[in-house]
């Protein structure tokens, strides 16, 4: 069976070069720099990075990927430290997740191996599905709402920004993908016609 990957994705903004460190489940795994915006370094909303993912357009490569198998339902441990400037984490994405029309929110079909969404859904009611991967969201140490610089409703995530030298721990909740069915292009990214999109 086929492993799908999963993504941290955010950006730096420094007036150089901005770098990070990420552990998951206590283990290093990425230690370095990260996309960067120079222009605008300590004004996270003013952004031009940020503007075109208000947009939807996921423009960001991973800061970090990894594999999981497409039956991984569970958690990591997730920690993120701003090691040089400030740092917005922004998506922790999977390919190969459920989705469906709202139109017959029943019948799931996979988002392949090139649409990435929040790799983690949750049915809180009929047609209401929360897609917030994070959970237990801690910034040096003092326990973080939801009371965010902003959110992307087509991926369901908080954006979190970790000032330089401070730590981000959570919960990094993860849901089992699906490979087949396959929906067949094209694809419609208007974000109301999909059930699993909502925050």
């Avoid at 940020?50 to 999981?68: A, F, I, K, Q």
């Avoid at 701003?82 to 017959?104: C, E, I, R, W």
């Avoid at 799931?108 to 994070?134: D, H």
Wanted: hydrophobic share 35%; proline share 7%.
């Amino acid at each position: 069976m086929t492993n799908r990957t999963l993504a941290i994705k955010g950006v730096g903004f420094h007036a150089t070069q901005a770098s990070i460190r990420v552990k998951i489940d206590g283990n290093i795994v990425y230690e370095g720099p990260v996309l960067t915006d120079t222009t605008n370094p300590y004004n996270l909303q003013g952004s031009p990075l940020l503007t075109t993912l208000n947009d939807g357009v996921p423009v960001l490569t991973p800061v970090y990927s990894w594999e999981e198998s497409m039956e991984f339902a569970g958690t990591h441990q997730l920690e993120i430290m701003a090691t040089a400037g400030d740092f917005l984490y922004t998506h922790a994405q999977s390919n190969f997740m459920p989705v469906a029309l709202k139109t017959n929110p029943t019948e799931m079909f996979s988002t392949g191996k090139g649409l990435w969404i929040s790799c983690f859904a949750e049915e809180q009611s009929p047609g209401n599905v929360y897609r917030e991967p994070n959970s237990n969201v801690i910034i040096d140490g003092v326990e973080q709402g939801r009371t965010v610089i902003n959110s992307n409703q087509q991926y369901g995530q908080f954006y979190r920004g970790i000032p330089e030298g401070k730590t981000l721990t959570c919960t990094l909740n993860i849901s089992a993908g699906l490979e087949e069915p396959m929906f067949a292009p094209p694809w419609d990214h208007t974000l109301g016609s999909y059930y699993g999109f909502e925050v």
